[in-house]
């Protein structure tokens, strides 16, 4: 036999290639697809590249990240909000119940002495400059040990100010602090300030027809101060008493009106 007849009576194993084109014009033609058998791949036998699998893969468009952005901006500015009213509401409180602890610190001072602490620093017998003199006056009575005192034991040291700068003579805060027994050893003469830093205004009801007060803000910037008078009746508020209040979260005196925080509210 020739070597030509032998070489073709030997089978020819088919290529992997081949037997994958194979398959598929089976599949094409309507033969059953073994599940043995891989999907076939493009034309040319080959599997598809990189990058078209990759652009079958979904992701963010530029307006669906400026929707979720748009969202988390909301919801921050929400959450902000809640947290700012709750801290308002708690600091207007708080210092609602400061003014109510230090009223019936007053209320007390008046059972021992008969009388409510005075307004003004010449009541007490000792000369300073008229601003603040309500807070400090105040600050003084309630601190004393005579009778039972102190009758305030709560001023916060962090909130006890001097922003008029004024300080008592020598012989003065010796006589006063024999007069009053409080255990202060420094001759300043303190106002006790609110959350926001501001005086707590003082006034007895026999200065209420005083035609000046002065009061100092947080920034030592003058305050003119009026007794608060009802806007019904047109009478002072608590006649027979006394007002405290405070200046409030916007730090400005509306002589216990607006946004000012007071003992008759």
Known sequence: MSKNRLAEGIVRRPSGAEEGEAAC?????????????????????????????????????????LVVIAIISVLAGLTLGS????????????????????????????????????????????????????SEALV?????????????TDFK???????????LAPNDFKNLKKDLGFSQNSPQLFEYTDL??????????????SKRIQYSDHEGAAVAVQPAKSAKLGTFQAPTEFQIWSFGRNRINENGEGDDIASWK
């Open 83 to 134: 947290v700012t009213a709750a801290r308002r509401y708690a600091d207007n409180k708080a210092t609602a119940n400061e003014i109510q602890a230090l009223t019936q610190a007053i209320h007390n001072y008046n059972v021992q002495f008969g009388d409510y602490p005075p307004s003004t620093l010449s009541a007490l017998k000792v000369k300073a400059n008229p601003v603040n003199e309500g």
């Open 25 to 65: 014009r089976g599949r094409r033609g309507g033969g059953s697809a073994s599940p043995a058998n891989k999907p076939c791949g493009r034309r040319g036998g080959g599997p598809a590249s990189p990058a078209i699998r990759g652009s079958a893969r979904g992701g963010f468009t530029l307006v669906e990240m």
């Open 196 to 209: 926001w830093g501001n005086p707590f205004v003082y006034i007895h009801n026999r200065d209420y027809g």
């Open 157 to 167: 040291e962090g909130r006890l100010s001097n922003t008029d700068n004024d300080t």
């Open 140 to 152: 003084l009575c309630l601190s004393g040990l005579k009778k039972g005192g102190p009758f305030y």
